[in-house]
């Protein structure tokens, strides 16, 4: 009897204790600041260096690039993508990008998918990729879900 009402005491506590879990998805997990999350493009920062190309050790990383109309010297972005199926979210890339047009967000559940073909995301896809309010907050962001999904 003793250990039966040591066990009901023991789940008690636990029942005046703050809960540590959350109603996923509906609720939202808030990564901390250097988490590795899903990528997001900024192509108007981009110098089409190809540092980041360069960089990623399993070349998931294609982009092309083309003159600017207004100073023929520049270069601008044309087309970017990020194949996420071999992706390990190593860092690399936005580690060696000059101007931050490529960096890492808070999002890591964005890529679920039945199919593979859609883990291959392009310059639009990156460049709407929601982040969770602390990176770049300054930086317009186009109309979500609540959840964060892009409409
Ligand atoms: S995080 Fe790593 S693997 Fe992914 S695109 Fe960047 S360099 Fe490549
Ligand atoms: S994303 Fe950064 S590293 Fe990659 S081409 Fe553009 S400026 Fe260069």
Not at 25 to 53: A, S, T, Y
Not at 108 to 113: A, H, I, K, V
Request: include cysteine; proline fraction near 5%; glycine fraction near 6%.
């Amino acid at each position: 009897m003793f250990r039966l009402l040591k066990g009901f005491g023991v789940t008690f506590n636990y029942f005046r204790k703050k809960k540590i879990t959350i109603q996923y998805p509906d609720e939202q997990v808030v990564m901390p600041e250097r988490f590795r999350g899903i990528h997001r493009f900024f192509p108007d920062k981009c110098i089409v260096c190809n540092l980041c190309v360069t960089a990623c050790p399993t070349d998931v990383i294609t982009l092309t690039g083309k003159k600017s109309e207004e100073n023929p010297k520049k270069k601008i972005i044309d087309t970017y993508n990020i194949d996420f199926q071999g992706c390990i979210l190593c860092d690399f890339c936005t580690e060696v990008c000059p101007t931050d047009a490529i960096v890492m967000t808070a999002r890591y559940d964005n890529l679920s998918s039945f199919n593979r073909s859609e883990h291959f995301k392009d310059i639009e896809w990156l460049t709407n990729n929601h982040v969770y309010g602390y990176y770049e907050e300054s930086d317009p962001v186009p109309e979500m879900g609540e959840r964060g999904e892009r409409k």
